[in-house]
């Protein structure tokens, strides 16, 4: 059954560094997404990519992020300088459509910023 | 505004019993989704349902089923006969068509399932 993929599964790195985290969405798909999710909080979005550009974004999703489609599988989420409040687990998902379907998720990266 | 609201922080269910988990929403779309999804301890977000505002009948995957409300805007998830696996961080989630693309999170149930 085809799913997302996302590498690193864990991602540690100094409080000013800059990040790339990977994900590769089911092949077909046509939409993207990324969540994060604080340590025994809950999911927020962070920001969705269509057509090769973001549709949507969110208050969390400021200069220091970028996303990217580099080629024809890859999804990716830049942070620029991380903070320690970025340290979090990141979900890249994908749909089909847009409308009222099912978001398929992937495993999730957990970023530690020290 | 979009707001979902899961009031059960923890629960605990017998193996083999039924168990509900709780799920109000707010929206102001006309037409919305509603989902469940399952998260073990291994981190990963696993669909379990999902119910469209306009369905006449409430969903049903398996063991899963979801109660809609729709006047009292409450999706409450149904696990019956659990099993030691349902043991899990669950969250419902909302979109709605006017809203773009975003799922809106409630802040989870964490599901104990006692042998």
């Known amino acids: 059954e085809p799913e997302v993929t996302q590498t690193p599964s864990h991602q540690v790195t100094q409080m000013g560094q800059e990040v790339i985290l990977r994900c590769v969405p089911i092949?077909?798909?046509?939409?993207f997404y990324w969540y994060r999710q604080i340590l025994g909080q809950k999911v927020e979005f962070l920001v969705s990519?269509?057509?090769?550009?973001?549709?949507?974004k969110s208050e969390i999703f400021d200069d220091q992020f970028s996303v990217e489609r580099p080629d024809g599988s890859n999804f990716t989420l830049k942070i620029r300088s991380t903070k320690l409040e970025d340290s979090a687990m990141y979900f890249c998902?994908?749909?089909?459509?847009?409308?009222?379907?099912?978001?398929?998720f992937g495993p999730g990266t957990r970023l530690t910023v020290l | 505004a979009q707001k979902i609201t899961q009031t059960q922080p923890g629960m605990f269910v017998q193996e083999k019993e039924a168990v509900t988990l709780d799920c109000t929403y707010d929206?102001?779309?006309?037409?919305?989704?509603l989902f469940w999804y399952k998260q073990p301890s291994s981190g990963e977000m696993i669909f379990l349902i999902y119910?469209?505002?306009?369905?006449?009948q409430n969903a049903t995957e398996g063991r899963y089923s979801l109660n809609f409300q729709k006047a009292r805007k409450s999706a409450n998830l149904v696990i019956s006969a659990s099993q030691l696996g349902d043991s899990a961080m669950y969250f419902c989630?909302?979109?709605?068509?006017?809203?773009?693309?975003?799922?809106?999170f409630g802040t989870g149930t964490s599901l104990t399932v006692i042998p």
């Open positions: 998902a994908s749909s089909m459509i847009a409308g009222n379907n099912e978001q398929f």
């Open positions: 092949s077909n798909h046509l939409y």
């Open positions: 989630a909302m979109r709605g068509t006017n809203t773009g693309n975003q799922f809106y």
């Open positions: 929206t102001s779309d006309p037409s919305y989704g």
């Open positions: 990519f269509y057509n090769n550009e973001i549709s949507e």
């Open positions: 119910q469209g505002s306009y369905d006449q």
